[in-house]
């Protein structure tokens, strides 16, 4: 047996082969079925002429619609016209599974898409993305592995809120309340004290009841924590690692890139160093460009637009006023009014990426910081006791992977840079 990428070879010309998959596109003209098969490395085209294959073989090949599985047996021969190049001329066509009429057609609006979501992942967009995300997570992996960093596996039902507490999804934990993980920050931070460096790849909750391009309720987040790292050299880190990732996917997907008419040059330009813009000076630039923004002004996704259309790099925001971010960031002595923190956005218009900053360890601040949240310091004793017990500088980050993937692979909307997105709207399928 075969894949498809393998049948599709000058050097078999000629020779017989066995490949298995689905019907992509199929058609009859006389006693000819032309079916486009397609495997998770390719499609192929295949020929069944009637007087080549048994009768019953013919006939089932005429009847089966697409996503019927099949196996087939036949010689490679070369033709232009075939996708790819090659088709196979069929000896044997068996129907392994006949698909019943596929609820898909060519062009469906976007919510039966999603209705039909479990079907629609199997298109060759999809399968693309798929891939492309996974290379830019082995890439990621293999960084952090390469730097010394341990992967660790923190806590999904948490009792802690790290980020914004109006988009905490609330759970029944038996007989009290708990909360979903919006971010295993402050449990990474309470792993380097014997780890140094780790990282952790989960799901994170946000409660986003906004419907936008570049929110889910659920979403892949891959976070960093080190020890007696400043905020300077955590973004070092986020550039080594996101062109690592970057890189590995230019070298992995090169087909699947080409199939979303994504350009590799511009992905493989992506290299150290990045661009760092302040907060304030963000402001300015914005101000001059007619936007209405001033100091405390949050950068929304028509800010984050604005600032990275034209660059072909992604940029470093640093040093935000407080009033827009958590209360675990360390304070910049440069400007009490500001964290030492950066958010990084990826360039053509996408916006954030990245978030990320040097910790706070300084008790009094952080309790300070807690009371003024409205928290209860109960649930943060422990978080409280890292700083207690042999504190050091340390600085960690953020990174969406559906964020980076919907950069990498230019989607209009995130929702297509994970299998089954979960939406204010949508838990279905
Ligand atoms: O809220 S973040 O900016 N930061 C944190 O959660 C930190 N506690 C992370 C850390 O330092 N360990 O989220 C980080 C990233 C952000 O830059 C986005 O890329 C992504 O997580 N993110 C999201 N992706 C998809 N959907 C939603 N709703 C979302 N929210 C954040």
């Given at each position: 047996?075969?894949?498809?990428?393998?049948?599709?070879?000058?050097?078999?010309?000629?020779?017989?082969?066995?490949?298995?998959?689905?019907?992509?596109?199929?058609?009859?003209?006389?006693?000819?079925?032309?079916?486009?098969?397609?495997?998770?490395?390719?499609?192929?085209?295949?020929?069944?002429?009637?007087?080549?294959?048994?009768?019953?073989?013919?006939?089932?090949?005429?009847?089966?619609?697409?996503?019927?599985?099949v196996i087939v047996e036949g010689e490679v021969a070369e033709d232009k016209r075939a996708p790819g190049g090659y088709e196979i001329r069929a000896s044997s066509f068996e129907v392994i599974g006949l698909a019943e009429a596929f609820p898909i057609t060519e062009y469906q609006s976007t919510e039966l898409l999603l209705d039909l979501r479990h079907l629609w992942i199997r298109s060759r967009e999809q399968t693309a993305v798929a891939r492309i995300k996974a290379a830019l997570v082995r890439g990621g992996r293999e960084w952090f592995h390469d730097n010394g960093y341990v992967e660790v596996n923190p806590p999904i039902v948490t009792g802690v809120c790290p980020e914004d507490s109006t988009t905490l999804f609330q759970l029944k934990y038996f007989d009290r309340i708990a909360y979903l993980s919006q971010s295993a920050q402050f449990y990474l931070e309470s792993l380097i004290y014997s780890l140094e460096k780790v990282y952790a790849i989960t799901p994170s909750f946000r409660a986003e009841k906004s419907r936008t391009p570049r929110h889910l309720a659920e979403y892949w987040h891959m976070?960093?924590?080190?020890?007696?790292?400043?905020?300077?050299?955590?973004?070092?880190?986020?550039?080594?690692?996101?062109?690592?990732?970057?890189?590995?996917?230019?070298?992995?997907?090169?087909?699947?890139?080409?199939?979303?008419?994504?350009?590799?040059?511009?992905?493989?330009?992506?290299e150290p160093p990045f661009d760092r813009m302040k907060y304030e000076e963000a402001m300015d630039y914005l101000q001059k460009k007619g936007h209405a923004v001033s100091w405390g002004s949050d950068l929304g996704a028509i800010e984050e637009r604005a600032l990275t259309l034209d660059r072909e790099l992604p940029l470093f925001v640093i040093n935000y006023p407080k009033e827009l971010k958590p209360f675990y960031m360390k304070e910049n002595p440069e400007d009490p009014r500001t964290y030492k923190n950066s958010d990084l956005l990826a360039p053509e218009g996408f916006g954030e990426i990245i978030g990320g900053s040097e910790r706070e360890t300084d008790n009094t601040l952080i309790i300070e910081r807690l009371r003024d949240k409205g928290e209860s310091l109960d649930s943060y004793q422990w978080y409280l006791d890292l700083r207690k017990y042999g504190s050091v500088p340390h600085s960690g980050f953020g990174l969406g992977l559906e964020r980076i993937a919907t950069w990498v692979c230019k989607l209009e909307h995130i929702r297509d840079a994970i299998p089954y997105p979960r939406t204010v709207a949508r838990v279905y399928p």
């Open positions: 047996m075969l894949q498809v990428k393998e049948a599709l070879s000058k050097g078999l010309v000629g020779k017989k082969v066995r490949v298995r998959g689905w019907i992509y596109r199929t058609r009859s003209s006389g006693g000819i079925v032309f079916a486009v098969l397609r495997d998770s490395t390719g499609i192929i085209q295949v020929t069944v002429k009637k007087d080549a294959v048994a009768d019953q073989q013919f006939e089932s090949a005429t009847k089966a619609g697409i996503e019927s599985s976070e960093m924590e080190a020890a007696w790292v400043d905020n300077e050299e955590n973004m070092k880190v986020q550039e080594e690692l996101v062109s690592a990732m970057l890189r590995n996917a230019v070298d992995e997907c090169p087909e699947e890139l080409k199939l979303l008419k994504r350009d590799p040059a511009t992905l493989k330009k992506v």
